[in-house]
């Protein structure tokens, strides 16, 4: 603990201080009584910066007064509290924030005091979101959901790829895009929406089709997370982009068929391959399957308007817990469906040894 680092009460606890007690109530039912004859060191600490945030050094001194404790013992039960999400840092360090974004992220930079630790303030995870750059190949459905959440959040830097313009059956689910769109190309349009909803992120349009393995090079070259959204030419463009990202060393979140995950860290989650590969001992038909979807040029895609944006709503879930740095990530070692009965389906997949393309008996 720094000498200058300050600690408060965790904004979400309702403070009531009474003599010889204090309780904490949370507006989701949670409650936490201090006396000190149960909890004496805990009860003086938070005493001590119940109405304004103090220094380990100050509360030591406070408790001084009454109490023969060394600071060693205040700044260990301090740690508790603070794992105890009672209290949380009233910290400066790492806010590079200007006055603006900080008003922007005033919520979400108190939802991540949740995530607090020795090491991260808010202020880092919120930088962890502000220093990413992402590609999202694919800006339809769910592509396009995708990057408005991430920019609504604070992503820092987001590069689309799209050559498609926008048709009016599209309309139905891809809300980022209205009448007066139809026949321009998505980049441009999504651009100058994503302009407009957070204008702290950079945007770089790339109006193209991935073609080939060089494509996917030229546009992961540079970027902290990829998620390829597109899916033609079927099955061909997921193997491109695991090959490339593994060679890169990005990670990546990939969808097949309805199938969304897992995300790719090369060499540590399972890849590409490695899913086929799962699919294909569950399922021996699954590769006839394969061969005859990479012949065909597109499949006929029914679509639900609602199941793509929820789908793609959780999606970037997955993505923003893991570019914090500090929140667990569910699809590591698995992949889920959404179905539209509000069931999620879920199946782990295991990092597979003897993939050709990253296991480690090649
Ligand atoms: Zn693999």
Redesign the pocket.
């Known amino acids: 603990m720094g000498s200058k680092q300050k600690f408060k009460l965790n904004l979400n606890w309702i403070v009531k201080e009474e003599k010889d007690q204090i309780s904490l109530n949370s507006p989701y039912g949670e409650k936490k009584k201090y006396t000190p004859s149960k909890h004496l060191l805990e009860f003086l600490i938070i005493k001590s910066c119940i109405n304004q945030p103090k220094s380990l050094k100050l509360i030591t001194q406070d408790i001084q007064n009454v109490l023969n404790v060394s600071q060693k013992e205040v700044e260990n039960k301090i740690s508790e509290l603070l794992k105890a999400k009672i209290f949380s840092y009233n910290t400066t360090s790492g806010n590079t924030f200007s006055t603006n974004e900080l008003d922007r992220y005033k919520w979400q930079l108190e939802f991540f005091t949740s995530f607090e630790s020795l090491k991260n303030s808010k202020y880092d995870i919120q930088n962890n979101l502000k220093n990413s750059h992402i590609a999202i190949i694919g800006i339809g459905g769910q592509g396009s959901i995708i990057a408005q959440i991430l920019v609504a959040m604070g992503i820092g830097k987001l590069t689309i790829v799209d050559g498609d313009t926008i048709e009016r059956s599209n309309l139905t689910r891809q809300l980022a895009y209205n009448d007066s769109d139809i026949g321009k190309y998505k980049v441009e349009v999504l651009k100058s929406r994503l302009k407009l909803q957070n204008p702290y992120t950079k945007i770089t349009p790339m109006r193209q089709y991935v073609t080939s393995k060089k494509d996917f090079m030229d546009i992961i070259n540079g970027k902290d997370f990829v998620i390829l959204c597109a899916d033609k030419p079927l099955v061909k463009l997921g193997r491109w982009l695991n090959k490339v990202a593994l060679s890169e060393r990005i990670p990546y979140l990939g969808v097949s068929g309805n199938w969304i995950g897992p995300i790719c860290i090369p060499f540590k989650t ?2 590409f ?2 899913v086929l590969s799962h699919q294909i001992n569950k399922d021996k038909d699954f590769e006839k399957y394969l061969k005859t979807l990479e012949k065909l040029k597109e499949i006929p895609r029914p679509s639900f308007g609602v199941r793509p944006i929820l789908s793609g709503t959780l999606m970037a879930l997955q993505v923003i817990k893991y570019l914090t740095k500090v929140m667990d990530v569910e699809i590591l070692e698995g992949r889920f469906r959404v179905n539209i009965d509000l069931t999620t389906e879920f199946e782990k997949i295991k990092l ?1 040894n003897n ?1 050709k ?3 480690n008996t090649k």
Do not use: L, M, S
Request: charged share 20%; net charge negative; proline share 11%.
């Open positions: 399972p890849c391959e490695c597979d993939c393309a990253c296991g």
